[in-house]
């Protein structure tokens, strides 16, 4: 069933949330590999997955230097992102690997 969750992906690509490195499913949006690393919680959190709630807010930076404030359910993940800021909600429902405090975007 969980497989059904996710994008047809061909290899997991290492990512990084705040300080720690996680591998996560290419071809899939930031949420859906949020998803991949803590499915109960992100399953159970209030996200409407269309753009609509914007509590999926995240701040990124990519490889070439290329730093965005977006949705995490409309963003296609990849290799070598750095997630720097995660919103409120999201922190919430990633508590089990992120401490609890720092700064969010809601
Ligand atoms: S989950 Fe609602 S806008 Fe992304």
Redesign the pocket.
Known sequence: MQQELFQPYRRLIEIQIEDQSHRVPDNNMV?RCFQYICLEDISCGR??????????MIGYELKSGEKKNT????TMVSEGMKITKISKELRWALRSILPAAAENLS
Do not use: I
Not at 47 to 55: I, P, R
């Open positions: 949420l996200f409407c997955w269309n753009q609509e709630c914007k509590t999926c949705l995490s359910c409309q």
